[in-house]
């Protein structure tokens, strides 16, 4: 904050050689710790524990903040995805530890490369074209 120069930012326990204004930074939307859930949708234990449901129509549910993660991973698209995995100096071990998931658990895909079956990785996929990275 307050500066006259662009620091390049920490990332991932390591100085950056970018510039965060020259980054293509990946989306953060979607990212709640917190979820309204109408009546329709509550479980009878929600009910019996948010009673004011029957007033608000509803209740606010609160998640951890790996849950959150989890939630948001699983519905941004694999695009925005690769964005955090293209981040400068990435590491999949410290973002496991902050956020929980795990980078490299499923991320194989299976392709057919004259006729025989090969596996892998999602982000060599998209970056050679064999999947859309969106």
Known sequence: MFNI???KPL???????IALSDMDLPSFDGFNVSYWIPEENMTEQEKKENPTYKTTGGFTKKVEYKE?????WRQTTEGNKQKFLNLPN?????????????????DDVTITVEGKEKVISRKSAISLGLLDGK
């Open 90 to 106: 990435f590491d999949a071990a410290i973002f496991k530890e902050i956020t929980g998931i795990d980078v490299e658990e499923n």
């Open 68 to 72: 959150a993660w989890a939630i948001f």
């Open 5 to 7: 120069i662009t620091p």
């Open 11 to 17: 990332m991932f326990n390591k100085q950056s050689d």
